[in-house]
């Protein structure tokens, strides 16, 4: 299954007065696992930034200069989500603006929706801890993901650290561990050095029961089969499998007879 962690960071909040994005970060999971391939990408907005949104993400309106349009790059960007389930967080804000710039494309309208699916984890949050706050940095924090180097909004960042937490959410190994060091710092073009991410390897234990566990467990099933008549359903299973098991090591004697 090829998944693809997004986030955008934009000018404003309200696509429909307007407001662009101006920067896009993508991580591809296939099967769970983060392949290393990433789509990031500063955009020119052509319009100037709230003061509020540039509170959050530190993006200048200068830091932009010189940099491509979302029309310069919608095919590449499209061509890498295409066919894959979006994994993002507030889906529905990031989608609204992605539609807004597509929209803005000439040719035949589309939609997020018709290049992909979208799977919104404020919402799988809100279902798994109602009442509860799930903010990203509040998931962080609920599964020990390390969001040290978030001290502003970043679309590449932020869709690194959302991997690592829908991945704890979804009871996976946490596939993207951050390295402890801060963000670097961007070039005068506005792009940032890429963040070499190296995942150790993590050893699945495999725990066997011991002699005395395994006697516990047949004394047990004596006793549920002694008080229930007979009717305990794991001692009944067990035996089939065991009786399956002597028949498939008598077969190959009976085969070279």
């Keep these: 299954m090829r998944q693809v962690v997004l986030d955008t960071e934009t000018t404003g909040l309200e696509p429909e007065l307007n407001h662009r994005v101006i920067e896009i970060g993508c991580v591809e999971l296939l099967n769970r696992r983060a392949t290393g391939r990433t789509f ?10 709230d003061d509020g949104a540039l509170a959050v993400h530190g993006i200048s309106r200068t830091d932009l200069d010189g940099q491509p349009r979302f029309a310069d790059i919608a095919e590449e960007l499209l061509a890498f989500l295409g066919g894959a389930e979006l994994v993002i967080h507030n889906a529905a804000f990031d989608v609204a603006f992605l539609d807004a710039e597509l929209a803005r494309l000439p040719g035949e309208p589309r939609q997020v929706a018709s290049v992909c699916q979208v799977l919104d984890t404020l919402a799988l ?33 932020d869709a690194r650290i959302l991997a690592d937490v829908y991945l704890a959410m979804t009871g996976g190994q946490s596939a993207l561990p951050l390295a402890e060091q801060d963000e670097p710092a961007r070039a005068p073009d506005g792009t940032r050095p890429a963040r070499v991410l190296v995942r150790a390897a993590v050893p699945l234990p495999v725990l066997e029961a011991s002699a005395q566990e395994l006697q516990a467990h047949e004394a047990m099933l004596a006793l549920i089969t002694r008080v229930s008549g007979g009717r305990c359903l794991w001692a009944a299973n067990e035996a089939r499998d065991a009786s399956g098991a002597r028949l498939q090591q008598a077969e190959p004697q009976r085969s070279s007879a």
């Design 125 to 157: 949050a809100r279902e798994l801890h109602p009442g509860q706050r799930n903010s990203l940095d509040a998931l962080c924090k609920r599964y020990d993901v390390d969001n040290s180097a978030r001290e502003l909004h970043g679309a590449l960042l």
């Design 40 to 49: 990031h990408r500063y955009l020119n907005p052509e319009r100037d930034i």
